[in-house]
């Protein structure tokens, strides 16, 4: 309904974690602003335990377009679907995870209806009943804030992270509207035709801890040290766009404008000099730790925590501290 | 096989930013730009396609006259066309409207199969054209490409893999097709001397809004529908702590401070 909040629910062939319901948090935040109700929608197949979790999440209606057509994501057939609920039920917010399922959904959907978006966004507000979104731009040493006076809904995509996790009540319920909305199979473009799982179990985007290294490591065993400190502490693993580039680690790992955007709990630099384009990638990271064996070099401005010296006396010393302190 | 590389003139992620503070814009003009990094994979992509289909290249680019020197470029390393989209009344042009401009320009080329994008532009980061691209032509929308596993054009079909989180998706699409690509998808090449010599005394021709039948209304900043509010500089981290001493006090505080934290488990 007028000013409702409406946040879409991410899944994978319908497998959810805690993360796919991580915008209900600010959600909340921005329909009281609205004084209006948070919503969630999925879309799907065999989906009525993840509509019915989204309520445990604080939506207080969820809205469920559930058929076989749309088992597997694929863009054109998921946007739309959004594209119709939005027509139908004219929410004042939509918001996405700026993922590659979020982005591709949002992307499709405002461009059916011909809507602004403003991606990726790092801050969201109500403000004299209109929404506020904040984006970094230029590798984040700008930040851009706009307002939507044209469209409806104003959608949004977010940077994973950037907000709180909204708290569990099993307790609480939302009622659950089933919309019976297909589209046609021949009229859909692509075919998922498999899933190759990444070696790589940790994805960065979602992770807490990470350590990456640069140039500096010289090697690629190098990494080798950085995979066990993460495996100690339980982190994820990456890299500069020196280190991708110099073919020591893949290039899904790069952190940075040209690769991904990370947002840790705790991010340690190891042999990374702190380059506009990797800071682009990493300096919203709660905690940076940077181990670098030159004083001047930039990683240290942003570094909460820093050490100079070598990375090859500096990490074993902390993977035996660890191994001590953590009891492994 | 007719092939279209979008390609953006940005600012040098080096260079200076300078704000039109007020118009919340960009002062291009003033600025060192370059090609977009992710769409020197794009134009590499469609190189590499040429190569192995046939075909012909145009590469289109949304933007100030300027904007011509990204367009040489292209031309440097071969493609066949370019075209500027370029008009007063594009300027300030949100995503949609962009989409929009080149989404008027492409269906102008005509019968074009696969348009290659770059996954997102250094300067506005929104990374969401591609998408709005395929979604307004109503074409197979293909993001996140790091790999073109095979075409075949008569069969009007293209498979790719995208590269999504906690893996890889190989995906069967039908062409025409948007294709926005991943850094690592190839590696560009560079122009040679002969090819700059040439481009430099070809002529770039330009569309405008009359030429694409692009309603001036609903592009620019008279069509946007986001406006910008406000620019800022995000307030400098906390002056950080130098750890002193030897390695082993200095590891001994750094792992005390992270478990602190109470993050690592
Ligand atoms: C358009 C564009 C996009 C880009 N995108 C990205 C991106 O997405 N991600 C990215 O990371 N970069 C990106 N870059 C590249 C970026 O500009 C830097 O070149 C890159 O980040 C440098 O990587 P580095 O810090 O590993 O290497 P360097 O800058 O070479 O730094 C290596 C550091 O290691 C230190 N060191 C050396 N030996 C040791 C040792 N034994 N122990 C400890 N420290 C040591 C050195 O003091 C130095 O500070 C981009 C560049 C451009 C132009």
Redesign the pocket.
């Known amino acids: 309904m007028a000013n409702d909040v409406w946040v879409y629910i991410e899944h994978k062939e319908g497998a959810v974690t805690p993360m796919s319901f991580e915008l209900l948090g600010i959600g909340k935040t921005l329909a009281d602003g609205f004084g209006s109700n948070l919503c969630a929608f999925v879309v799907g197949e065999g989906i009525d335990a993840i509509a019915k979790e989204a309520g445990t999440y604080g939506a207080s209606k969820v809205f469920a377009v559930d058929a076989g057509v749309f088992k597997g994501f694929r863009a054109d057939a998921y946007a739309k679907a959004t594209a119709f609920l939005f027509d139908k039920y004219k929410p004042e917010v939509a918001l996405f995870r700026a993922t590659s399922q979020g982005t591709d959904i949002a992307a499709a959907a405002a461009a059916q209806l011909g809507s602004g978006i403003c991606s990726d966004a790092i801050g969201l507000a109500v403000d004299g009943g209109k929404l506020k979104m904040t984006k970094a731009a230029f590798g984040g040493n700008y930040t851009v804030t706009v307002v939507n006076e044209k469209s409806q809904p104003q959608i949004a995509t977010v940077r994973p992270k950037a907000f709180a996790m909204p708290e569990q009540d099993a307790s609480k319920s939302a009622e659950v509207v089933k919309e019976s909305f297909v589209v046609d199979e021949a009229s859909l473009n692509t075919k998922v035709l498999e899933f190759i799982k990444s070696a790589v179990a940790i994805n960065l985007v979602e992770a807490d801890i990470i350590v990456s290294g640069?140039?500096?490591l010289?090697n690629a065993e190098g990494f080798d040290l950085l995979k066990e400190l993460a495996e100690v502490i339980g982190g994820g693993v990456g890299a500069?766009?020196?280190?991708v580039d110099s073919g020591w680690i893949t290039v899904d790992q790069?952190?940075?404008?040209?690769?991904k955007t990370v947002k840790p709990k705790i991010y340690i630099a190891?042999?990374?000099?702190?380059?506009?384009?990797?800071l682009?990638?990493m300096r919203t990271s709660d905690c940076i730790v940077a181990?670098?064996?030159?004083p001047d070099?930039p990683?240290f401005k942003a570094a909460t925590f820093g050490i100079v010296?070598?990375?090859?006396q500096v990490v074993p010393k902390l993977i035996e501290k660890f191994k001590g302190k953590l009891g492994k | 096989m007719k092939i279209v590389a979008c390609v953006k003139q940005v600012p040098d992620?080096e260079a200076e930013v300078k704000w039109d503070i007020p118009g919340g814009k960009l002062k291009r003009d003033a600025m060192d730009c370059v090609t977009n990094?992710f769409d020197e994979y794009a134009i590499e992509e469609a190189l590499l396609t040429r190569e192995n289909h046939d075909g012909e290249i145009v590469a289109i680019s949304m933007g100030p006259e300027k904007a011509m020197d990204v367009l040489r470029n292209c031309l440097a390393l071969t493609v066949n066309e370019v075209k500027l989209c370029t008009d007063a009344a594009f300027e300030g042009s949100d995503t949609f409207a962009t989409a929009s401009v080149l989404a008027a320009a492409i269906k102008k080329v005509g019968d074009v199969d696969i348009v290659y994008c770059g996954k997102q532009s250094?300067d506005g980061n929104t990374g969401v054209v591609g998408a709005a691209l395929a979604s307004i032509l109503g074409w197979s929308q293909l993001t996140y490409v790091s790999k073109i596993r095979s075409i075949d054009g008569a069969g009007k079909k293209i498979v790719v893999e995208r590269a999504i989180e906690g893996g890889t998706e190989v995906v069967e699409a039908k062409l025409p097709a948007v294709v926005s690509v991943l850094k690592g998808i190839n590696e560009p090449r560079l122009p040679n001397l002969m090819g700059i010599r040439k481009a430099s005394k070809m002529e770039i021709p330009q569309w405008n809004a009359a030429d694409l039948g692009v309603d001036t209304g609903k592009v620019g900043t008279a069509g946007a529908s986001t406006k910008v509010v406000e620019i800022a500089v995000p307030p400098p981290r906390g002056a950080g702590e130098i750890l002193k001493g030897e390695i082993e006090d200095m590891a001994n505080t750094l792992t005390d401070k992270l478990i602190d934290l109470k993050v690592i488990k």
């Open positions: 640069g140039r500096g010289g500069s766009r020196a280190a790069q952190v940075g404008q040209t690769g190891c042999g990374i000099s702190g380059a506009i384009q990797h682009a990638g181990i670098n064996k030159d070099a990683i010296g070598d990375y090859k | 992620t990094a250094t």
